[in-house]
């Protein structure tokens, strides 16, 4: 059973229409949830750790925002070049150290 | 700076040949992972090593073989691997294995075995 579920698993949207991509989980004990934007054949590309319910993370056109069950990564105004596949991985309370339990991804196109 | 580096970037192989990967970090992180990625699969954890020692080995066969020299360098030994391990790999570091350490990842190797 995943543990760790995005949705949807592809999204595609016009430059300048705003959506939000969801990341649920169903571990106890979270102890942290990541969220990273992978390009085609590249390595993941980190941009967010949430710790707590209640969190929020900025960065340009992108927000993170953190409850108890999931989290969702708003896209405000996105562009052709936000074009990638968000990646969201969870630590939590039974975690081998160090691991990671990633989701299967969100593949975001953004078109002019 | 939050770089890892991995080479090669592809790297094409037989299933008799032997190969090495390799991945450096200077950000003075003490764990460093490998994980493989096939395609349209999020990345599955294959070792983790914590202060130059191995901490975890995710039942990974013994083709693969990694090797932590010192605290910048990870190695992955490859040998007498199958088609079906063509994959992304990836090379992670993190500050150390606490909760609340970021893992930043390198561009990965391409490898493809024929």
């Known amino acids: 059973e995943d543990q760790v579920t995005q949705s949807p698993e592809a999204l595609r949207l016009q430059e300048g229409e705003s959506s939000s991509l969801n990341c649920s989980y169903t571990v106890s004990g979270l102890r942290g949830l990541f969220w990273y934007r992978q390009d085609p054949g590249k390595g993941p590309e980190f941009l967010f750790t949430?710790?707590?319910a209640g969190e929020e993370k900025e960065k340009e056109r992108l927000k993170a925002t953190l409850t108890k069950k999931e989290s969702f990564l708003h896209i405000t105004a996105p562009k052709p070049e936000d074009s990638a596949t968000y990646l969201c991985a969870v630590r939590h309370r039974g975690s081998t150290l160090g691991r990671l339990y990633f989701g299967r991804g969100t593949q975001l196109t953004v078109w002019p | 700076d939050t770089e890892v580096t991995q080479t090669p970037k592809h790297l094409v192989m037989g299933m008799t040949n032997k190969k090495s990967l390799k991945c450096e970090q200077h950000?003075?992180?003490?764990?460093m992972y490998w994980y493989k990625q096939k395609a349209k699969k999020p990345p599955e954890l294959m070792f983790v090593?914590?202060?130059?020692?191995?901490?975890i080995n995710e039942s990974v066969p013994s083709r693969f073989s990694p090797e932590c020299p010192n605290s910048s360098l990870l190695n992955l030994h490859l040998h007498a691997l199958q088609p079906e391990d063509s994959a992304l790999y990836l090379c992670?570091?993190?500050?150390?294995?606490?909760?609340?350490?970021?893992?930043?990842f390198g561009q990965g190797t391409r490898l493809t075995v024929v």
């Open positions: 950000m003075g992180h003490r764990a």
């Open positions: 992670a570091s993190s500050q150390d294995l606490g909760d609340n350490t970021e893992a930043f």
């Open positions: 090593y914590s202060y130059e020692k191995l901490s």
């Open positions: 949430l710790y707590s």
